[in-house]
């Protein structure tokens, strides 16, 4: 009943907030994975920083809901909050975009490759019932 009576003092744009904030959560976690990511692949130092990142996003959107809301109303609130996550996420997808553009792609297998030089699996002939029997295949 408390619920219904919340829900329909509501702006008729305020349930959108919920939208934005998971949109723009998502380029924050996938910013911090991979963060992760690159502390097995590069350095564990990428794994403190994804900690250490992870703790100040949350720390602070839930420090400014808090403070705007003490000394502002609600709506207020819930609007800076959402701002500052736009804006970590603005953070997240420069970061991304600077993994993005110095990663170098995976090689594509040429002829000289190492890989060309393994002997090739043929399958011209199926075993015989033999070779089944005697488990040599």
């Known amino acids: 009943q408390q619920a219904l009576q919340q829900f329909q003092t509501m702006h008729s744009w305020e349930p959108l ?3 934005w904030e998971r949109l723009a959560t998502l380029v ?12 097995f692949s590069r350095s564990a130092l990428w794994w ?13 959107v839930v420090a400014v809901l808090r403070l705007v809301g003490h ?13 500052l996550v736009g804006a970590w996420a603005v953070v ?11 990663t170098r792609p995976l090689p594509h ?4 490759s190492p890989t060309s030089s393994l002997p090739e699996i043929s399958r011209e002939t199926e075993p015989s019932s033999q070779d089944l029997e005697s488990g040599s295949c």
């Open 109 to 112: 297998p040429t002829p000289d």
């Open 17 to 19: 907030l919920g939208a």
């Open 92 to 102: 997240a997808a420069g970061f991304l975009f600077l993994v993005a553009r110095k």
């Open 48 to 60: 403190w920083g994804a900690l250490a990142s992870h703790t100040l996003v949350n720390f602070s």
């Open 71 to 83: 000394y502002s109303d609600r709506l207020t609130a819930m609007l800076v909050s959402e701002a």
């Open 28 to 39: 924050v976690h996938l910013a911090l994975s991979v963060m992760v990511w690159l502390s």
